[in-house]
């Protein structure tokens, strides 16, 4: 019972976080009707009369692709979620729209051949499920090889041809079990439309949820499902974010009742936290509470708040979640009605100001209401309780450790138990989502002493760390190391300085190269691969940048260019060389060879020397890494192409040492 709760909560995890990906673009579409709206209204009369057509064209230009996001919202989420869940797969995203626009099309078809009165319409979700299903089939086929003769469709052209063929039976069941379904829908999105405790437990189950991580998976039926509204070009919208930003008034009840708490109760809450913090540590906790408030107001992101009393104060968690359900009273006894698209911040404030109603009791009454509530019982319960809150905590938990991204990623690593404890890694706006092998082995206290604000551990391996807004750049620092294989050598790779200029003294075998251009000889012999069809996600995706794979038919490496040897793995699988030029190569033997923990490979290099063209760097054995690892695909990766115009791949079919590889433009 426990692991199949775990792995549902597992699952929630992954919906969740794939649900953002989606979620993201719509500030930049409620910018847009924002702007729009604003200029229509400022350029017509109340009878309607234009004054001024040229900035009224252009308020109906933005209002009307703005709005054209939120009207397609349903093909957004299939391909957000598709994505995100895919691992950031384009294909993934592609066959969605081919299944989403295949199954609404069987669907409608099945409603004829019914005879329904309704059209069936899955909505957003039937556009988050699609995006699972294609997602799913992604993972399943992208490396399915065909006959030759079928050849041409095998891979990753065979995961929309699946989709669709499986978003064609999906539209005949859902032509039958979703008629029901969406009547359900209905029903309780009317019934919590209408009811005045609505705004309440939406702005309460939120906050109940923000400890697991799940609310991602509660809020989108009430901003994207629940209620209707009709534009006037007869275009039916649902959702209370996109009802509100087509300029539905009676939108708006649900997501006013959070602003309350993003602009004046969280902040609260940080101020009562440092003045009750002890006096030799409040310096250091208004270094934290100041940013976390300023976030909550300006973005509405909360985990850094919330997640420094959350577990330290349950007390003050079961307060927090009525706080929000008072605010939701007062929000709707006030008949405030704000939207947002991305939280209830200031920022969103400004952008939905168009579409408000009696905002004016939000920062005259509710507000001022909900700011007092909020500091007097946290206040009051710090001290009474002798709650452990940021600045009271026992001595021996140790100061927030100062040291550089790259440096943070590989510690955070190590406390959580390495790179063999890590089974899955992903992040989400504001915390690292893991699957771990062993969440007992967790370094809790270090981990906090790494700035995480919060680690919530659910069971089953399930553990999130809250790190804030730089959660999603810690995730590809951590994949990053974990790919390379050595969580040591991200301190030498800091410490290592390489000289931009070049030096006096040639290889005899060096190529003669004009100054806008580096070329880049084989460092093995053998058959070229391109770095998509790497079986790695890791380096097939271009995390760690773009290049040319070799499928090597000799054990040798050779220095592919004069530089220097940055890196060399303890394992020796991988090293790392800059050029005088400032090019990062890593020449990764094999995938998964990490694991063979050095056997089979010897280095006739040491980390810090410097090489010239041909030099040999390491030796290995081609048939015992054929026979252990997963496979002998060695990517050559230039790790800061970024850096640079581009590159030109020189040769194709086979190649050997020394032979003319790359070139890269300065």
């Known amino acids: 019972m426990s692991n199949g709760r775990n792995k549902l909560f597992s699952i929630l995890q992954k919906i969740g976080k794939s649900l953002m990906m989606p979620v993201s673009v719509l500030p930049a579409a409620g910018l847009l009707v924002a702007l729009g709206r604003m200029l229509q209204n400022a350029t017509e009369t109340a009878s309607g009369e ?178 209707e509204f009709v534009t006037d070009t007869g275009e039916i919208l649902r959702g209370e974010t996109t009802r509100y930003f087509a300029g539905d008034p009676t939108a708006g009840r649900f997501m006013a009742a959070e602003f309350p708490i993003m602009l004046f109760g969280l902040p609260a809450a940080t101020l009562a936290m440092y003045l009750r913090a002890d006096k030799s540590k409040k310096k250091a906790i208004a270094g934290i509470m100041v940013p976390a408030a300023l976030t909550s107001i300006i973005t509405g992101i909360t985990e850094p708040i919330e997640f420094a009393f959350i577990f330290v104060a349950p007390v003050l968690y079961v307060f927090h979640v009525a706080g929000a359900f008072v605010s939701g009273l007062l929000t709707n006894f006030f008949n405030i009605h704000l939207g947002y698209t991305f939280s209830a911040s200031l920022i969103d ?112 391996g399930n553990v999130q760390v809250i790190f804030g807004t730089e959660s999603d750049q810690l995730k590809e620092e951590i994949k990053d190391i974990i790919a390379m294989g050595d969580v040591d050598s991200v301190k030498i790779k800091d410490d290592t300085t390489v000289s931009k200029e070049p030096t006096t003294t040639k290889s005899c075998d060096a190529p003669i190269a004009k100054k806008d251009e580096v070329i880049i000889k084989s460092p093995l012999t053998g058959e070229l691969v391109k770095v998509e069809d790497v079986p790695d996600a890791t380096f097939a995706q271009k995390f760690l940048g773009d290049g040319i794979a070799i499928k090597p038919t000799s054990g040798i490496v050779t220095a592919p260019i004069d530089g220097k040897i940055a890196q060399l793995f303890k394992t020796k699988h991988a090293i790392g060389i800059v050029t005088n030029e400032g090019v990062e190569i890593l020449i990764h033997i094999g995938i998964d060879t990490v694991n063979m923990e050095g056997r089979g490979f010897e280095a006739f290099v040491s980390q810090g020397d410097t090489v010239k063209v041909g030099d040999k760097l390491i030796e ?47």
Not at 395 to 424: F, Q, R, Y
Not at 646 to 665: A, C, Q, Y
């Open 50 to 227: 234009i004054t001024n057509s040229l900035f009224n064209g252009l308020g109906n230009i933005l209002y009307s692709g703005g709005l054209a996001i939120f009207e397609q919202l349903p093909v957004v989420f299939a391909i957000g979620v598709a994505i995100g869940f895919a691992g950031g797969a384009g294909v993934a995203g592609l066959a969605a729209v081919v299944g989403y626009f295949t199954m609404t099309n069987v669907i409608n078809v099945m409603g004829e051949l019914r005879g329904l009165d309704l059209a069936i319409n899955t909505g957003v979700f039937g556009g988050i499920i699609i995006g699972l299903v294609s997602a799913k089939l992604y993972q399943r086929f992208f490396r399915t090889k065909l006959h030759p003769v079928l050849g041409f469709f095998s891979g990753k052209r065979l995961v929309p041809i699946v989709t669709a063929a499986t978003a064609l039976g999906l539209g005949i069941l859902f032509g039958f079990i979703w008629p029901p379904i969406q009547d359900l829908i209905n029903s309780f999105g009317k019934s919590v439309m209408a009811s005045e405790l609505g705004p309440a437990f939406y702005a309460a189950g939120k906050r109940l949820l923000i400890p697991v991580g799940l609310h991602h998976v509660y809020y989108p039926p009430f901003l994207y499902e629940f209620g």
């Open 349 to 460: 404030y400004v952008v939905g100001f168009f579409n408000q109603q009696n905002s004016i009791y939000l920062f005259t009454i509710v507000g001022p209401i909900i700011f007092a509530l909020y500091f007097a019982v946290f206040y009051y319960l710090i001290k009474a309780l002798d709650l452990k809150t940021p600045g009271r905590e026992d001595e021996e938990e140790g100061e927030i450790t100062e040291i550089s991204a790259s440096e943070k990623a590989a510690e955070v690593l190590k406390a959580l138990g390495d790179a063999k404890n890590i089974e899955n890694i992903d992040a989400c706006i504001t915390r690292l989502r893991l699957n771990l092998h062993d969440s007992s082995i967790v370094d809790k206290k270090r981990l906090k002493n790494l700035g995480a604000s919060g680690i919530m551990d659910a069971g089953g």
């Open 620 to 666: 290995f054995d081609l048939e015992l890494i054929q026979n252990e690892a997963k496979s002998i695909i060695t990517p050559v990766i230039i790790t800061n192409i970024g850096d640079f115009k581009g590159f030109e791949l020189l040769t194709e079919g086979k190649v050997n040492n020394n032979e003319d590889l790359l070139k890269i433009n300065i």
